[in-house]
């Protein structure tokens, strides 16, 4: 079992940034490729970014060059830090593990966090 606790939501004006982090305990986090995802009221969720075990890493095309993620092994935590944001970033953030290759397909990840809530005014 791996446990992860996201903090670092909250209101924030657009253009603004905000850093989410992703607390993992449990088994070795360092074995785990660890993304992000988002879900908006009535929209599904959607694939935001994704760090390899390695480092290796991707992003959704909309959030690239805003947003960037990274992972810090020795905490055991990975982060996303995002900048400018829109009001369409506006949602409930995810962070998730998985072993899978299929990093974009929220369904390979087997452990989720509980979310945490960004809203973005205009």
């Known amino acids: 079992q791996v446990q992860l606790v996201e903090s670092g939501g909250g209101l924030v004006q657009a253009g603004g940034s905000l850093r989410l982090s992703c607390a993992a305990s449990g088994r070795t986090f360092s074995n785990y490729g660890m993304g992000w995802f988002r879900q908006a009221p009535g929209k599904e969720r959607e694939f935001v970014a994704h760090?390899?075990?390695?480092?290796?890493?991707y992003y959704a095309d909309y959030v690239k060059g805003r947003f960037s993620i990274s992972r810090d092994n020795a905490k055991n935590t990975v982060y996303l830090q995002m900048n400018t944001l829109k009001p369409e970033d506006t949602a409930t953030y995810y962070c998730?593990?998985?072993?899978?290759?299929?990093?974009?397909?929220?369904?390979?990840?087997?452990?989720w966090g509980q979310g945490t809530q960004v809203t973005v005014s205009s």
């Open positions: 998730a593990a998985t072993t899978s290759r299929r990093y974009f397909a929220g369904p390979e990840y087997a452990y």
């Open positions: 760090i390899t075990w390695s480092g290796g890493i």
